[in-house]
């Protein structure tokens, strides 16, 4: 079982952002800006490209959800996806609110104290809700 499957499980505390049957959104533990938020399959495939084409469609949908919920708590330009995967064993896709390039920096980590990152899972979680 990967660390994302145990986070999804309830196993490992997080900061959910959203949730249904299929996926799980997270906040980041060490994240590159505010908000930066992990979406991830419940189910553990390795490779985000190995899952089902009906799969990674609703997972697309899914994180695009996610991303306007987001965007919704956190005004930003965009909302960037990024996909990397080789540090964990568990397809995920990486959402980061952005206004520039410069703010999608993986060298850079911000410190984000846990009460200031339960209050924006909160704040994503009820965006998403909002959304239907």
Not at 23 to 48: C, M, Q, S, W
Not at 68 to 91: D, M, T, W, Y
């Amino acid at each position: 079982m990967t660390i994302f499957s145990k986070i999804a499980a309830g196993e490992i505390p997080s900061y959910k952002c959203a949730e249904n049957d299929k996926f799980y959104a997270f906040l980041d533990i060490n994240p590159v800006g505010k908000a930066h938020t992990l979406v991830i399959p419940r189910r553990e495939v390795d490779y985000i490209f190995d899952m089902a084409d009906d799969e990674l469609a609703e997972f697309a949908v899914f994180a695009k959800k996610v991303a306007r919920a987001i965007k919704s708590e956190f005004p930003c330009k965009k909302v960037a996806q990024i996909v990397l995967g080789l540090e964990v064993n568990h397809a995920h896709i990486h959402l980061i609110p952005m206004n520039s390039e410069a703010d999608v920096d993986f060298k850079k980590k911000l410190e984000i104290s846990a009460e200031e990152q339960q209050k924006i899972a909160a704040r994503i979680f009820a965006a998403f809700q909002k959304l239907g």
